[in-house]
T-cell receptor, first 117, second 115 residues
């Protein structure tokens, strides 16, 4: 069974502060993918990043960075110098191929980030 | 390239009615998945279609059904609506499905309210 836990329900930071969103996952699959999506108030989920289980290199993209650690089953997301436009709900997701050969995607419950000007 | 489009964006129905939602994937994408998002249950997978065949199904009652057409467009149908079906229904498309796990790109969703 797959499970994704985002323990932080809501986070508030002041603009320009750094913020880290936590994601812990469970899976028995050895091959899997991890994702982060952003859902602004408009409702559309926006893809941010995808990592596969064999690539533990951390990644930085502008103000965003991701820390993937298989040893602790975590895939944390950091926003540096937060901006008001970063205010949204962020979802971590896990995808693996099930026994039938088809993709199964499990989402965490989301972390609502509020950046205060 | 146009993104995933969903119609209608908003819908109000009454209990017992049925509803059909539509999703047009990104051009070239052959896989379409549907999700239900509610405050209580979060994002839950409904089903996935690939090449007009349902290949994967979540844990939802038979009142929820769908289909995919030869142009990859997909429709989702909910019959005998219940109050608990009020939700944001999201459609996602990806290039292919099966042995690979592809990035899914989401549409803006259809917000269904059941009165």
């Amino acid at each position: 069974a797959q499970k994704v836990t985002q323990a932080q329900t809501e986070i508030s930071v002041v603009e320009k502060e750094d913020v880290t969103l936590d994601c812990v996952y469970e899976t028995r699959d050895t091959t899997y993918y991890l994702f982060w999506y952003k859902q602004p108030p408009s409702g559309e989920l926006v893809f941010l990043i995808r990592r596969n289980s064999f690539d533990e290199q951390n990644e930085i993209s502008g103000r965003y960075s991701w820390n993937f650690q298989k040893s602790t089953s975590s895939f944390n997301f950091t926003i540096t110098a937060s901006q008001v436009v970063d205010s949204a709900v962020y979802f971590c997701a896990l995808s693996a191929v099930n026994s039938g050969g088809y993709q199964k995607v499990t989402f965490g419950t989301g972390t609502k980030l509020q950046v205060i000007p | 390239k146009a993104g995933v489009t969903q119609t209608p964006r908003y819908l109000i129905k009454t209990r017992g009615q049925q509803v059909t939602l539509s999703c047009s994937p990104i051009s070239g994408h052959r896989s379409v998945s549907w999700y239900q998002q509610t405050p209580g249950q979060g994002l839950q997978f409904l089903f996935e279609y690939f090449s007009e065949t349902q290949r994967n199904k979540g844990n939802f009652p038979g009142r929820f059904s769908g289909r995919q057409f030869s142009n990859s467009r997909s429709e989702m149908n909910v019959s005998t609506l219940e109050l608990g079906d009020s939700a944001l229904y999201l459609c996602a498309s990806s290039l292919e499905q099966g042995a690979r796990t592809d990035t899914q790109y989401f549409g803006p969703g259809t917000r269904l309210t059941v009165l």
